[in-house]
């Protein structure tokens, strides 16, 4: 996957603007382990349709984003984290 940062974030993504599992752990900033359970208790966006087994599981950047952004009281956005266009 090329990596493609035009984001506000800088979050590295391929040309599709969807984010591999090491990107989204660092954006929501909890283990993998943590990130499986809330998908299974539907706290958190699944992974893209299309996986197979061997192959890396991908989230699209803005479902990601936009969950990010309704967590009520959320600090994972401070303003000194954003990238300015």
Not at 3 to 14: A, F, I, R
Not at 27 to 45: C, D, E, H, V, W
């Amino acid at each position: 996957m090329s990596k493609h940062t035009n984001n506000p974030l800088g979050l590295k993504t391929d040309l599709l603007g969807r984010l591999q599992i090491g990107e989204v752990l660092r954006l929501a900033n909890f283990s993998k382990a943590t990130l499986y359970r809330m998908i299974k208790k539907g706290q958190f966006p699944q992974p893209l349709p299309g996986w197979r087994s061997g192959q890396k599981r991908l989230w699209a950047y803005d479902v990601v984003y936009h969950w990010a952004c309704s967590q009520p009281g959320s600090k994972l956005f401070k303003t000194s984290d954003r990238q300015t266009n």
